[in-house]
């Protein structure tokens, strides 16, 4: 029996690159982060969005009841006025995984003061992991680097895709069977 592929979301939050105005880097950077260390199967979307609580929690809600496993969310968590990602998030929220915004800031914090702005979360909704992440591509790797190796067990332990990392970036943490 083959496991099926893993179907990945990736949504950039940006009221610039949703218009055009602005190219989306972050869309492009988290896809090739995964591109080049989940080596299960897989397919991924990438959507662009406008800023906006409500336009959030509906793409995401969407998304997740649309049977994505993982939904990797960029832009819109940090200070400004627009930024309400992190509350479009709570909004279709099962449950909060507090964890994985504590340790992207910690990595973050190792290289730039500034990462105490950013409100980085993961959430469950039914059986979607949904992470946020920044919209930089150098610090999208920064926390991905911090937090993927607990994600191949969280997608188990809520019954969704079966993900395989390569080692060699990433040693995916599943305890050992008794």
């Known amino acids: 029996m083959t496991a099926r592929a893993a179907r990945i979301a990736i949504v950039t939050v940006s009221d610039r690159a949703s218009a ?8 492009p950077g988290a896809e090739s982060w995964l591109r080049d260390t989940i080596t299960s199967s ?17 793409k995401l809600r969407e998304l997740a009841d649309g049977g994505a496993d993982l939904i990797l969310v960029t832009g819109g968590t940090g ?5 309400l990602t992190p509350e479009a ?4 929220a099962d449950k909060e995984l507090p964890g994985f915004g504590e340790e992207m ?3 973050s914090l190792a290289e730039v003061p500034t990462a105490i702005l950013s409100r980085q979360t993961a959430v469950i909704r039914g ?3 949904i992470i946020t992440i920044p919209g930089k591509p150098s610090a999208i790797a920064t926390c991905l680097n911090a937090v993927f190796a607990a994600v191949p067990y969280c ?3 809520m019954g969704a895709a079966w993900i395989e990392t390569d080692p060699a970036r990433i040693k995916a943490f599943r ?3 008794k």
């Open 20 to 27: 055009g105005i602005y190219e989306d880097k972050g869309g």
């Open 42 to 58: 897989m397919e991924i979307a990438r959507h662009i969005i406008p800023d906006g609580r409500a336009t959030v929690a509906d």
């Open 79 to 83: 200070p400004a006025p627009r930024d």
């Open 89 to 92: 998030v709570s909004d279709i």
């Open 105 to 107: 800031r910690r990595a």
């Open 127 to 129: 059986a979607t992991l």
């Open 155 to 157: 997608l188990d332990l």
């Open 175 to 177: 305890p050992k069977a």
